[in-house]
């Protein structure tokens, strides 16, 4: 999976995210087209999992 996909609004994805994991912030969740490896790598180092779970969980929402 190269591209990041979610269902849905990204508005929508990002209120689910920061119920899941109260941690986040809006600046954490800040995405931009094309950006997916910066954006994943933030999360991922703030959640301390690996890029595909993450991946997994946004595909998911």
Known sequence: ????????????????LKQKYAQLTDDDLTYSEGQDDE??????????QAKDQIRKVIADL
């Not at 999976?1 to 689910?16: D, I, P, Q, R, Y």
């Not at 954006?39 to 301390?48: A, H, S, T």
């Open 1 to 16: 999976m190269n591209k990041l996909t979610f269902k849905g609004s990204w508005t929508e994805a990002k209120g689910k």
């Open 39 to 48: 954006f994943l790598g933030r999360l991922e180092k703030k959640l301390g």
